[in-house]
């Protein structure tokens, strides 16, 4: 991985200075991380200043923070974005490891405020649930974080068999497996992207064969699920009110969520993209954002998808046996730091899983001013709607200063 040319942004403020660099984590078998970090001009030590992390999801890049960067930056100190260059396991658990041992190499023995975007928003919740002393407040941002997921087991008569490898496939499916499960037997047949995203050929698929089609591809995928695409009407799912939903109840409401999250049983993530892009001319980055749209493209070209997708494979399969007992205990923690959640308003996201939102509201004990829904914007809030996210950022961190 290379740092980012982040010469033109520079040149739009003078508030604050904007450094793209690789950090190298030696206590994590050389991990690289890339930072993107912004700081008050002039800056002496910069451990001085409290600490804003920025966790971004997929298919994105710590670029995805640019808009928002400087804003936060001049009302707040030291803020970076991450994007790790992972080549270790993928569990979330080994994340949030890295996570501590990058803020320790940046030299700081605490966060002042967490973020996280879409994957992000769950390496978040893990990384307070799991380190309440390292974190003192967190912003979840699309997708609502509900607490850490604890493994469902087959009973064992001997507790020491959760050490054993092959007990670790004894494993009861998830709900997501049983929906997916479920999904296909519809008529015509559909498919969870999740699921889509473990395949084989999924990697393959999305990059295309030229460089063209990897642009035309990721900006497809940006426009849909972005405010500006029609299909993005976001009323609840019904299931959402119901408290214990049947799995073909929730299977009948999840098949009206757009293509790109129930897919086609027989299209790949591309073709359902280039299907789109071939009736509405839209469907393409942004006037103004050709030039993020090439680096996105340029970055994913030289790194592939494989290492986003694992993430999903690391969520969606069993875990790895000597993680299990701190998943269970951390399924019966909630973390006590003040938490927010912001996202747009045509953003499935949101309600992808039924009642995630208020699940998330009530482990948290959030308060109706600590959810924000910007209108207009649908999933990639920070770049569509850099204005409100700062300022609810902002807004959230004064409350949090009044009450510590």
């Given at each position: 991985m290379q740092p980012i040319d982040l010469h033109d942004l520079n040149q739009l403020q003078s508030s604050c200075t904007l450094r793209s660099r690789i950090v190298t984590l030696d206590e994590r078998d050389g991990l690289q991380t890339h930072l993107i970090e912004a700081f008050p001009a002039n800056a002496g030590e910069l451990v001085s200043f409290p600490l804003i992390l920025l966790l971004h999801g997929f298919p994105e890049l710590a670029y995805s923070w640019r808009k928002i960067?400087?804003?936060?930056?001049?009302?707040?100190?030291?803020?970076?974005?991450?994007h790790p260059t992972y080549e270790a396991p993928f569990h979330a658990l080994n994340i949030v490891e890295d996570i501590c041992s990058l803020i320790k190499t940046l030299g700081h023995s605490s966060v002042a405020l967490l973020v996280g975007h879409d994957f992000g928003s769950i390496?978040?919740?893990?990384?307070?649930?799991?380190?309440?002393?390292?974190?003192?407040?967190?912003?979840?941002?699309?997708?609502?974080?509900?607490?850490?997921?604890?493994?469902?087991?087959?009973?064992?008569?001997?507790?020491?068999?959760?050490?054993?490898?092959?007990?670790?496939?004894?494993?009861?499916?998830s709900l997501a497996q049983t929906v997916s499960l479920a999904l296909t037997a519809l008529s015509p047949p559909r498919k969870y992207y999740t699921g889509y995203f473990l395949t084989r050929d999924a990697n393959k698929d999305m990059l295309g064969e030229r460089s063209e089609d990897l642009y035309a591809f990721l900006g497809g995928y940006y426009h849909m699920k972005s405010g500006a695409w029609e299909g993005?009407?976001?009323?609840?799912?019904?299931?959402?009110?119901?408290?214990?939903?049947?799995?073909?109840?929730?299977?009948?409401?999840l098949a009206t969520l757009p293509d790109y999250y129930v897919m086609p049983a027989h299209e790949n993530m591309r073709q359902l993209?280039?299907?789109?892009?071939?009736?509405?001319?839209?469907?393409?980055?942004?006037?103004?954002?050709?030039?993020?749209?090439?680096?996105?493209?340029?970055?994913?070209?030289?790194?592939?998808?494989?290492?986003?997708?694992?993430?999903?494979?690391?969520?969606?399969?069993?875990?790895?046996?000597?993680r299990v007992d701190t998943l269970i205990a951390l399924s019966g923690r909630k973390a006590r730091v003040p938490a927010a959640f912001i996202s747009g308003a045509r953003d499935w996201g949101v309600y992808q899983t039924p009642g995630a939102l208020d699940k998330m509201k009530h482990h948290f004990g959030m308060q109706n001013g600590d959810v924000v829904l910007i209108e207009g914007a649908g999933h990639w809030v920070q770049q569509e709607a850099p204005d409100q996210v700062v300022a609810a950022l902002v807004e959230f961190l004064g409350r949090v200063d009044k009450t510590t």
């Amino acid at each position: 991985m290379q740092p980012i040319d982040l010469h033109d942004l520079n040149q739009l403020q003078s508030s604050c200075t904007l450094r793209s660099r690789i950090v190298t984590l030696d206590e994590r078998d050389g991990l690289q991380t890339h930072l993107i970090e912004a700081f008050p001009a002039n800056a002496g030590e910069l451990v001085s200043f409290p600490l804003i992390l920025l966790l971004h999801g997929f298919p994105e890049l710590a670029y995805s923070w640019r808009k928002i960067l400087v804003p936060i930056c001049a009302a707040r100190g030291v803020i970076m974005s991450l994007h790790p260059t992972y080549e270790a396991p993928f569990h979330a658990l080994n994340i949030v490891e890295d996570i501590c041992s990058l803020i320790k190499t940046l030299g700081h023995s605490s966060v002042a405020l967490l973020v996280g975007h879409d994957f992000g928003s769950i390496i978040a919740g893990h990384c307070v649930t799991a380190h309440q002393d390292l974190f003192q407040s967190v912003v979840f941002m699309s997708a609502p974080f509900t607490g850490v997921e604890q493994p469902q087991r087959l009973s064992f008569p001997n507790r020491g068999e959760l050490g054993d490898p092959a007990a670790a496939d004894k494993l009861l499916p998830s709900l997501a497996q049983t929906v997916s499960l479920a999904l296909t037997a519809l008529s015509p047949p559909r498919k969870y992207y999740t699921g889509y995203f473990l395949t084989r050929d999924a990697n393959k698929d999305m990059l295309g064969e030229r460089s063209e089609d990897l642009y035309a591809f990721l900006g497809g995928y940006y426009h849909m699920k972005s405010g500006a695409w029609e299909g993005n009407t976001t009323p609840p799912l019904p299931s959402a009110l119901n408290p214990s939903p049947t799995i073909d109840t929730i299977v009948r409401h999840l098949a009206t969520l757009p293509d790109y999250y129930v897919m086609p049983a027989h299209e790949n993530m591309r073709q359902l993209i280039e299907r789109h892009a071939s009736q509405h001319a839209q469907f393409t980055w942004p006037i103004g954002e050709a030039e993020a749209g090439r680096i996105y493209a340029s970055e994913f070209a030289r790194t592939g998808f494989q290492g986003g997708l694992n993430y999903y494979r690391s969520a969606l399969l069993p875990p790895p046996a000597e993680r299990v007992d701190t998943l269970i205990a951390l399924s019966g923690r909630k973390a006590r730091v003040p938490a927010a959640f912001i996202s747009g308003a045509r953003d499935w996201g949101v309600y992808q899983t039924p009642g995630a939102l208020d699940k998330m509201k009530h482990h948290f004990g959030m308060q109706n001013g600590d959810v924000v829904l910007i209108e207009g914007a649908g999933h990639w809030v920070q770049q569509e709607a850099p204005d409100q996210v700062v300022a609810a950022l902002v807004e959230f961190l004064g409350r949090v200063d009044k009450t510590t």
